[in-house]
């Protein structure tokens, strides 16, 4: 059967409205609308080519890159493109590069901590891109260790200036997007210092660029900071260094919403909680929960289209040979992906929720809820990128020996997508935020004060401490109520161990040092209840058409057990659950990925991504896998000519054995 015979006979195979679970996807039938229409005109437009990325040198790359972005802020201004359809269109080019710093961060960072008179002044040049920002946060010496930070910003009274200054080498600044060749301003973050004291790390806009011929300004020392992981991917974005030499800046570009220098150097402190200056970074990792779905979403329609279109083994007498997908154990390893995809989707829906209504009670002066916004965001973003990252690369595993070609779209979506495990907040760093935060919920459980939010589970932990799962039969892991009981019993029981543990030692910063290895599991294990948790929530919500809620039980069921399966070992040692009912869940999970199976292909067409978008010649709409494999073989410069360059001087001397020849 040919390829596209194999994914036509899958598409008839579904059981569910396909065009509605692609609402479902997007969020809303507008949403949908939107990203159908922005990605269609990304692909539409020869500018937007991304074919020959992985044969480009790094100057090719990046100038490429330079005149995609100048290509897409004039056709966003010529078609009047709203925000959300430029956000869209912008991630739909697939190409990271200096804009994503611009708008991700750089703006965001002014909006956040600029008082109304510097957004007055900065935004508008911003908005129009007559400056253009990164965020300069992360130093050689410096990137988790915010407080550590080694630049400062000195405020000199007789000229009503800070003085910027880099004291050391592990000070200069080290990896900031789009400082290294591009930038003309940057949001800087370094040591406040009035008066001879130190008021710890704030936010500062400086200039560093001359706007007529973009050299650095004197006192400036910029530069990229040289190549990254993989062929194409991050290279075409210029993550810099940069240094300061008693750089001077007016006192009014200190970011003065918060705390405030006065003209006499006083220093005024913020009366709100300090942590509000990593507000951008809380704004971004965010955003990338749902960029995890989409990562996800993208490498596994890869490797379940060609999982349907490859065939190995199984023919008898010269009949077709099994497709791989329906092996158990390319279910076993695909399916849980599919459903992750779908959880990640659902949970970043519901944080991009929480986000906004921590905003709104931020801007009323109501803080109560930073530290769960905090957590939430630091720990889904750990939890989520990193099982995105291992996800990308089981995916290419799946499509075999083909998936290690730069054109099945996997090599190069693993190196964009791992550095999130890491930017934005180490994810093991990031995921000790969350057990600090559970240990501190935990120690308060006594005091009377009920959880709230995502924690309100541990309000019940009376029960949940000494409960038994009762589950008798596999179909009772389909019960809303007995699997959320199973993994708020395991998180509870994770975290108040680590916290019982904790209390052996004398000293707290001590034991917590100790334990550390355990604290960073608590913590995924409670980021795991949140995504189960909004995946039923989701369940109970109104979903329109033929056969799609049955779809998302299915998924979210899938996601729920194999979690069990992949920590059996922390349910069985929290006695959670007997070995009998993981024996049970096992037996559910086979029957789901049967259920799931006839409709895999189409699971992954709801996520509505165009072949340019997947840029994958294994997981074309169409399935024509092996011709297009040749065409882009063909297409190598490897190719151009029969006889490679290098024949003459270093093949042929072995051959005629005459190697004293040979230039070597
Ligand atoms: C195939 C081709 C595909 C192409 C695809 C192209 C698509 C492109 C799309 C790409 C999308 C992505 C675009 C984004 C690009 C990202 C670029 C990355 C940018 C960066 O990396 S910027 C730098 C980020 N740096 C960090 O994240 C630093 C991490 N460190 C910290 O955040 C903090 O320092 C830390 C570790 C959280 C806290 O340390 P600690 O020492 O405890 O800190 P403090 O003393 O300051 O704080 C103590 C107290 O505050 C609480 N806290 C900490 N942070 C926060 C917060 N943000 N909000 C609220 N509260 C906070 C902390 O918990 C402590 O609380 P206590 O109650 O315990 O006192
Ligand atoms: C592609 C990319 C783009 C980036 N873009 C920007 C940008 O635009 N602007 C910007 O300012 N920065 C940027 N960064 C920097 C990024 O934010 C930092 O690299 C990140 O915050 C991690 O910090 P680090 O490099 O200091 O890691 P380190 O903290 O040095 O981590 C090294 C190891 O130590 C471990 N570790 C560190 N501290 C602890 C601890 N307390 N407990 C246990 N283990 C610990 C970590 O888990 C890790 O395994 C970017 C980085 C990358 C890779």
Known sequence: ?????????????????????????????????????????????????????????????????????????????????????????????????????????????????????????????????????????????????????ETTATFNPQTDQFILHSPTQTSSKWWPGGLGKVSTHAVVYARLITNGKDHGVHGFIVQLRNLDDHSPLPGITIGDIG??????????????????????????????????????????????PRQLMYGTMVSVRQTIVSNASVAMARAVCIATRYSAVRRQFGSQNGGVETQVIDYKTQQNRLFPLLASAYAFRFVGEWLKWLYTDVTQRLEASDFATLPEAHACTAGLKSMTTSATSDGIEECRKLCGGHGYLWCSGLPELFAVYVPACTYEGDNVVLQLQVARFLMKTVAQLSS??????????????????????????????????????????????????????????????????????????????HCQLIVVSKFIAKLERDIKGKGVKNQLKNLCYIYALHLIHKHLGDF????????????????????????????????????????????????????????????????????DSVVPDGYHEYIRPFIKQDLRSARL
């Open 572 to 639: 069985l040692s929290t006695n959670t659950i007997t070995p009998e009912q993981a024996s049970l869940a096992n037996n559910q999970l086979r029957s789901l990925y049967s259920q799931l199976r006839p409709n895999a292909v189409a699971l992954v067409d709801a996520f509505d991504y165009t072949d340019h978008y997947l840029g994958s010649v294994l997981g074309r709409y169409d399935g024509n896998v092996y011709p297009k494999l040749f065409e882009e073989a063909l297409k190598d410069p490897l190719n």
């Open 1 to 149: 059967m040919e390829g596209d015979d194999n994914l036509a006979h899958e598409r008839n195979k579904a059981e569910f409205d396909v065009n509605e679970m692609k609402i479902v996807w997007a969020g809303s039938r507008q949403a949908f609308e939107v990203s159908n229409r922005m990605s269609r005109l990304v692909a539409s437009d020869p500018v937007f080519d991304k074919s020959n990325r992985a044969v480009m040198t790094r100057k090719e790359l990046f100038k490429n890159t330079l005149r995609k972005s100048a290509h897409a802020w004039k056709l966003i201004n010529e078609l009047c493109l709203s925000d959300e359809e430029s956000t869209i269109f912008k991630y739909f080019m697939d190409q990271p590069g200096f804009l994503d710093l611009h708008w991700r961060m750089f703006v965001p960072a002014i909006k956040g901590q600029g008082t109304e008179e510097q957004k007055q002044k900065w935004l508008p040049l911003a908005n129009k891109m007559q400056i253009i920002g990164c965020y300069a946060q992360t130093e050689l010496g410096h990137g988790s260790n915010v407080q550590g930070l």
């Open 227 to 272: 190549v990254k992981f993989g062929n194409g991917a991050y290279n075409s974005m210029d993550n810099g260094f940069l240094m300061f030499d008693k750089f001077c800046i007016p006192r009014d570009q200190m970011l003065m919403r918060l705390s405030k220098v006065t003209r006499e150097g006083k220093y005024v402190p913020s009366d709100v």
């Open 448 to 525: 009377g004060n009920a959880p709230a939010g995502t924690t309100a589970y541990m309000g019940r932990a009376k029960h949940l401490l000494q409960c038994r799962s009762s589950i008798q039969k596999a179909e009772d892991w389909l019960n809303p109520a007995m699997v959320l009981e199973a993994f708020e019993a395991r998180a509870l029981r994770m975290a108040v161990s680590c916290a019982n543990n904790l209390k052996k030692f004398e000293n707290q910063e001590q034991g917590f040092s100790e334990l550390l290895a355990d604290l960073v599991e608590a913590g995924i294990a």
